[in-house]
């Protein structure tokens, strides 16, 4: 691939201001190792309806295809202001259309804990050292994507969703996730509720079909109760969970907390080609933005999962992952990850953390 065409969807709230801080770095490890980077912006959620009056225009999409990955802020609204004009319906008339429309059925969302921030989390320490959890949620299908109904019933209002999954789109992230497993501990766990829901049922048949292909690979079950409570108490017994996109997403705000700020973590959103969609798996944080404060790691660290997944340049994402390691390890803080303990002079803000790990970047091995 010659040019690397990149189309940037800054978000709401603190959307733009982590994205400056991703697109700093993603223009630094591209200079570093000479490749030919183009920023495409694109309108989308809140300017986009400031502008068109609606979240998604055509025009967006039509660009974003020309793409060969996109990064992307979060969109959205503060959550108590559900019927807001701007804000209702940015997740179904952004967020998810634009993942169905690329078909980007597989979302990958890791739970490594990093050494120097071990202390942030709220369980123990020997019990997170060394967790390192691959959700791999499917993102495109199920009661996000299934029908919808509201009815009158007794003179009262019913609204309902629908739980929906096919064979074929289990079977094809379940094939992701053993694909995954069998270039890391080689685990898969299915985490559903079959002793409730039919979906859950059907579920664990594909898996267990394709589980078949993949004998070196161990395979297991968990209700996803029990599941919640595991990834808490036992973490380390995971390797990669296998989803659908409700458990999924709730799943991995969980894990998360195993590392102490949801500001770190990125998430990678593929289907059957090289093409992904990079955002973080936090939300537009309204109540911190405008203030500098908020965390860029885990928009930077979009863009490493961009180098190893979209352009298969795992030095250059390796890169920044050790950039970002390091900084961290030098004792320098966003403030959710800033503690009493900290030295209050290592305290940064947004773009102050994006520069110090583009600084690092320098540093190479
Ligand atoms: N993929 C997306 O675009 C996406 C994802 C999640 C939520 N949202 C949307 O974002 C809006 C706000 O959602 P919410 O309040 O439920 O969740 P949120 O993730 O925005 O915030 C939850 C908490 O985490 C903190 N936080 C989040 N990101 C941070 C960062 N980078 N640095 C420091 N602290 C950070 C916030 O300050 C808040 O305390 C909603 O409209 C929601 O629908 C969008
Ligand atoms: C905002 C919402 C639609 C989205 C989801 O549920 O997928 C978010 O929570 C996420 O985790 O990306
Ligand atoms: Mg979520």
Known sequence: MSKKIIGVLEGDFIGPEIMQEAVKILKKAAALYNHAVEIVPLEASGTAYDRYGCHLPPSTLALAGQCHALLKGPFGGPPEEL??????????????PLRKHFRLYANLRETKVWEPLMHLSPVKERIVRNVDVLIVRELTSGIYFGEKKERMLNNERVFADTEAYSESEIRRIAIKAFELASKRKRKVTLVAKSNVLKSSVLWREVVNQVAASYPGIENDYMHVDHAAMQLIMNPRQFDVILTSNLFGDILSDEASVLQGSIGLFPSASLGDSAF????PIHGSAPSIAGRNIANPISAILCIALMFNHTFHCVTEAARIERAVRRTLESGFRTRDIFTGEDDP???????EMGDRIAGMLDRGD
């Open 345 to 351: 002079r290592l305290l940064l803000g947004t773009s």
């Open 276 to 279: 992904g969609l990079y955002e």
């Open 83 to 96: 019927h807001h004009p701007k804000w209702s319906g940015v997740e179904q008339g952004a967020i998810l």
